[in-house]
């Protein structure tokens, strides 16, 4: 674990790797809500988590190292089903990449379990991991100017889902109805920090 | 007309509403956004009696004109601007009134960039997770002002504040921005840190609520490669692949993936929504947390 200095108010925490920081989140999550730790903002991303809005954070910086993290707990609640139609423009692209007939790249990304690592890019936006064993798949070298909302996207270790129309470099393998983000709605995203995801194929 | 609203006949460069903006959510990408001057806008609420989370509107450069549809009391604050009602000059920076379908217009700024206006009893848009602010990165909250929009106004709750000079500072001539060592601050050449600490940038006419940009002198990394996606705070100094920094404003991207080289003073942030593009920006680094970087080593012999 490594502390960084992050402005006034701020620490940054960088981890080894993904599953060490979605089990600091987690921790940081616990203490906050036992009242352990005070912090308005707990922001997980790709290997860091972000606290800001903290009275002293040098006084945090010198006592993180020592907390003991248990590793991310198993979680109690049930898995989100996202309903997905495989018809995305780039699904052979993908295919070749990892060396599959087009039709398996459906088959691979339905039976995966994933988790929302963090969010990010827009609101709802959730960066989901579970592809395992996979190569990463590159962003399209001209991203497109625009992507529907409800795209099904790969890019890197992750899968995500626009949230709603807008430019992306993400390549497109397939859409789903659910709505990811709606304001009026509690909560207003559908994919938090830590929710376990599946996509369920629909028929074309 | 006596319904408590206003009808946007200017809407200008750029006019938004905005209040104290909605942190909290920035681990659902959700940007804080808020009054870029948020002492400009916390004086003009205070001015029209208004508590200080009601929403004010925004201006950029050249201002706006609105017809409230009731009498309401105004203030407006930030850049100084020639402020009039139905054509006769009206006080900046007091409280004024005005009387229901009069013209309320907030002229170009005679310097700074955003005007704010506060109207007694606010803007009172739906707000969206808490916050009327208009979010120009995520598009939350109402969209900038078009001409002949009609917005809502709350009722007013207290009188007007009684003053006749309000002090408020005058935009910057020259922007000087105090600044610790960020997270990868390490990412950089000494020789890189030093041009930020010691060299003089410009505002960029890029720069936007999301960011402000400047010109100058590129920083040179001393790590090259990408940097994973990791969260980022307002004042945040980003060195985009051109190697010219950008200060994270209210809009700005809760994730990133460029390092963060420094964190700009919150307190410093006011002066830089009022900077206008080619204005100086001096970073005075105090590299608080971290050592300070050693000064390259000079080679002996030839």
Same mark, same amino acid.
């Given at each position: 674990m490594k502390v960084l200095p992050m402005g006034e108010r701020a620490l940054l925490v960088e981890l080894a790797d993904g599953s060490a920081a979605e089990a600091l989140h987690a921790e940081l999550l616990r203490r906050r809500a036992t009242g352990e730790l005070t912090v308005r903002e707990v922001v997980p991303a790709a290997r860091t988590v972000l606290l800001n809005g903290l009275d002293a954070p040098a006084r945090l910086a010198a006592r993180l190292p020592s907390w003991e993290i248990p590793p991310l707990p198993p979680r109690a609640e049930d898995v989100l089903e996202l309903p997905v139609r495989y018809d995305g423009p780039d699904l052979a692209d993908v295919a070749a990449l990892w060396g599959v007939p087009v039709r398996e790249v459906p088959r691979i990304h339905a039976a995966a379990e994933f988790r929302v690592a963090f969010c990010g890019f827009a609101p709802g936006f959730g960066y989901l991991t579970g592809l395992g064993g996979l190569p990463d798949v590159p962003r399209r070298a001209t991203p497109r100017t625009t992507v529907p909302a409800g795209s099904v996207g790969l890019a890197g270790p992750y899968t995500g889902v626009y949230p709603r129309p807008s430019p992306g470099g993400w390549q497109l393998i397939g859409t789903t109805e659910a709505v990811l983000w709606d304001h009026a709605r509690v909560p207003a995203?559908?994919?938090?920090?830590?929710?376990?995801?599946?996509?369920v194929p629909e028929a074309r | 007309m006596t319904d408590r609203a206003l009808a946007v006949v200017r809407s200008g460069a750029l006019t938004t509403v905005q209040d104290e903006g909605r942190p909290g959510h920035a681990h659902l990408g959700v940007p804080r956004s808020g009054a870029l001057d948020r002492p400009a806008a916390a004086l003009v609420n205070r001015l029209v009696g208004n508590p200080p989370e009601a929403a004010v509107l925004e201006t950029t450069l050249n201002g706006c004109a609105v017809r409230p549809r009731c009498a309401v009391t105004v203030a407006v604050g930030g850049a100084p601007c020639p402020v009039t009602v139905d054509g006769r000059p009206a006080p900046w920076g007091m409280p004024v009134r005005v009387p229901a379908g009069a013209l309320l217009d907030v002229g170009t700024a005679v310097s700074g960039v955003r005007a704010y206006l506060a109207l007694s009893g606010g803007v009172a848009v739906e707000p969206v997770l808490g916050s009327?602010?208009?979010?120009?990165?995520?598009?939350?909250g109402p969209p900038p002002l078009v001409d002949g929009a009609v917005l809502p106004l709350g009722d007013a709750a207290f009188a007007h504040a009684r003053v006749d000079v309000v002090p408020q500072p005058g935009p910057p001539s020259e922007l000087v921005l105090r600044l610790t060592a960020g997270p990868r601050a390490d990412w950089f050449t000494p020789e890189a840190l030093r041009t930020l600490a010691t060299r003089a940038y410009r505002v960029s006419s890029a720069s936007n609520r999301i960011g402000l940009r400047t010109e100058g002198? @590129?920083?040179? +990394?001393?790590?090259g490669g990408e940097l994973p996606s990791e969260g980022m705070v307002l004042g945040a100094v980003q060195v985009p692949p051109d190697g010219r920094p950008v200060v994270f404003l209210a809009d700005h991207p809760t994730t990133g993936g460029y390092p963060v080289v420094g964190v700009v003073r919150g307190a410093d942030l006011a002066r830089a929504a009022q900077a206008v593009p080619g204005t100086r920006v001096r970073f005075v680094v105090t590299w608080a947390l971290t050592p300070p970087?050693?000064? @390259?080593?000079? +080679?002996?012999?030839?």
């Open positions: 995203a559908l994919l938090t920090p830590g929710v376990r995801v599946r996509f | 009327r602010s208009t979010d120009l990165l995520s598009g939350l002198p @590129p920083l040179d +990394r001393a790590v970087p050693a000064a @390259p080593v000079p +080679r002996s012999g030839p």
